[in-house]
């Protein structure tokens, strides 16, 4: 499979996206699938950090054909090795690492310990034909943390912290001297897909958890491709997510707020271009407001 589409950024010195999909038209398959679905669709980012010849990997494609670009890239710029994290255990982000092992063997893979036993009881599941395309084989991290871990990578100092924002497994990465995180799939532009509607006041505390680290330049895994290639958006990304998500926690009890529109709900934040609009996230939104609808009726 070839990439036709994918855009290789470096939104901060020696921090490089690896973004794909968000292109009118394109789809990676016609039958319905969860790479265009969660995916592409969307557009969705891959990221990595590299000093001299080590690298740190967060997140390792949507497809094989993502991984193996990524290991491209990477041996291209003289990387010999690799730490590979795992922002969350969902298969649009885990889906290249067998590809990126190919090239770079015997690579830690660093997760926190909710994303290893996600990943160790959906193993099965992932690798079957049930959610087209499997994923053959998930690979499991070889390194789990809890709460938070530091690394360095060369002179950068590397903080994941374990947020429950999006999914209860989030690993967001901080480097607290440049102000820069990667947020996985716990902030997106201009909203986040809901998976977990019962966690809302999990998301909204850790959302505040999340604006304490005190990041300046966010680069969100699904997001504007120019917006991220330029390095990415300010901390007022987090300000609109909080918005939304305590909307959607309030339908709860004013369930006839439920037609509102996303730029309704996020007017101000759109005002301020905080958040900017793409039609797919419609879509996004009428199954969150199901979601959260759903938890009400149980
Ligand atoms: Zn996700």
């Known amino acids: 499979m070839t990439l036709p589409h994918l855009r290789i950024?470096?939104?901060?010195?020696?921090?490089?996206?690896y973004y794909d999909g968000r292109v009118t038209g394109y789809r990676f398959d016609p039958r319905p699938n969860w790479v265009d679905a969660g995916g592409l669709g969307l557009g969705i980012a891959s990221f990595t950090l590299i000093e001299g010849?080590?690298?740190?990997?967060?997140?390792?494609?949507?497809?094989?054909?993502?991984?193996?670009?990524?290991?491209?890239?990477?041996?291209?710029?003289?990387?010999?090795?690799?730490?590979?994290?795992?922002?969350?255990?969902?298969?649009?982000?885990?889906?290249?690492?067998?590809?990126?092992?190919?090239a770079f063997p015997n690579s830690p893979i660093i997760?926190?310990?909710?994303?290893?036993?996600h990943l160790t009881?959906?193993?099965?599941?992932?690798?079957?034909?049930?959610?087209?395309?499997?994923?053959?084989?998930?690979?499991?991290?070889?390194?789990?943390?809890?709460?938070?871990?530091?690394?360095?990578?060369?002179?950068r100092q590397i903080e994941l912290h374990t947020l429950n924002i999006h999914s209860d497994d989030a690993s967001v990465l901080f480097?607290?001297?440049?102000?820069?995180?990667?947020?996985?799939?716990?902030?997106?532009?201009?909203?986040?897909?809901?998976?977990?509607?019962?966690?809302?006041?999990?998301?909204?505390?850790d959302l505040k958890r999340l604006k304490s680290l005190g990041a300046t330049k966010i680069l969100p895994c699904h997001g504007s491709e120019p917006i991220?290639?330029?390095?990415?958006?300010?901390?007022?990304?987090?300000?609109?997510?909080?918005?939304?998500?305590?909307?959607?926690?309030?339908?709860?009890?004013?369930?006839?707020?439920?037609?509102?529109?996303?730029?309704e709900v996020l007017a101000d934040h759109f005002a301020q271009d905080h958040v900017t609009w793409f039609e797919p996230y419609a879509e996004v939104h009428a199954a969150n407001v199901k979601a959260a609808l759903g938890v009400r009726h149980g």
């Open 53 to 102: 010849t080590e690298a740190i990997v967060y997140d390792t494609g949507t497809t094989p054909a993502h991984g193996v670009a990524i290991a491209d890239h990477l041996q291209g710029q003289g990387v010999e090795r690799i730490r590979i994290i795992y922002s969350h255990w969902h298969k649009d982000h885990i889906a290249g690492t067998a590809q990126l092992l190919a």
């Open 228 to 263: 991220i290639a330029a390095g990415g958006y300010g901390p007022t990304l987090i300000d609109a997510i909080e918005t939304y998500t305590a909307w959607l926690h309030s339908l709860a009890t004013n369930p006839e707020n439920a037609a509102q529109t996303v730029r």
């Open 121 to 155: 009881a959906a193993k099965t599941d992932l690798e079957s034909n049930r959610r087209w395309p499997p994923i053959k084989p998930v690979v499991l991290p070889t390194e789990t943390f809890g709460d938070t871990l530091n690394l360095t990578l060369g002179d």
């Open 9 to 17: 950024s470096e939104p901060h010195a020696g921090l490089f996206a």
């Open 175 to 205: 480097l607290p001297d440049e102000k820069i995180l990667l947020a996985g799939d716990t902030l997106e532009d201009p909203i986040t897909y809901v998976d977990e509607p019962q966690d809302f006041a999990h998301h909204l505390a």
């Open 111 to 117: 997760a926190n310990t909710r994303t290893a036993a």
